[in-house]
């Protein structure tokens, strides 16, 4: 069974950068998939970030475009979310997925504050 795992969170002052990781088990699982990276903030429904799909296009949202870049490492089944100029409103649970096979990761927070 396929599973992601998040690491890279933490607490970091506005202003700051932080860089996730998202690792897949199992061999190859990235050349087939969009990738996708999603936040969620207390009270909040989860959002969609980033993604990134097979084809190579990149999306984001309104909110963290400019400061954010998704990338994706095909055959060391990684997924990266480069984020710059962080804001207290970025400060959310951050979760990878494999969005054509439906798979989560179990999430890395990330903290802004001063």
């Known amino acids: 069974q396929v599973q992601l795992v998040e690491s890279g969170g933490g607490l970091v002052q506005p202003g700051g950068s932080l860089r996730l990781s998202c690792a897949a088990s199992?061999?190859?699982?990235?050349?087939?998939?969009?990738v996708g990276w999603y936040r969620q903030a207390p009270g909040k429904e989860r959002m969609l970030v980033a993604t990134?799909?097979?084809?190579?296009?990149?999306n984001y949202a309104d909110s963290v475009k400019g400061r954010f870049r998704i990338d994706r490492d095909d055959y060391g089944n990684t997924a990266f979310l480069d984020m710059n100029n962080l804001k207290p409103e970025d400060t959310a649970t951050y979760y990878c997925?494999?969005?054509?096979?439906?798979?989560w990761g179990q999430g890395t927070q990330v903290t802004v504050s001063s």
């Open positions: 199992g061999r190859n699982i990235f050349f087939f998939n969009d």
């Open positions: 997925k494999l969005i054509n096979l439906g798979i």
């Open positions: 990134h799909t097979v084809n190579r296009e990149r």
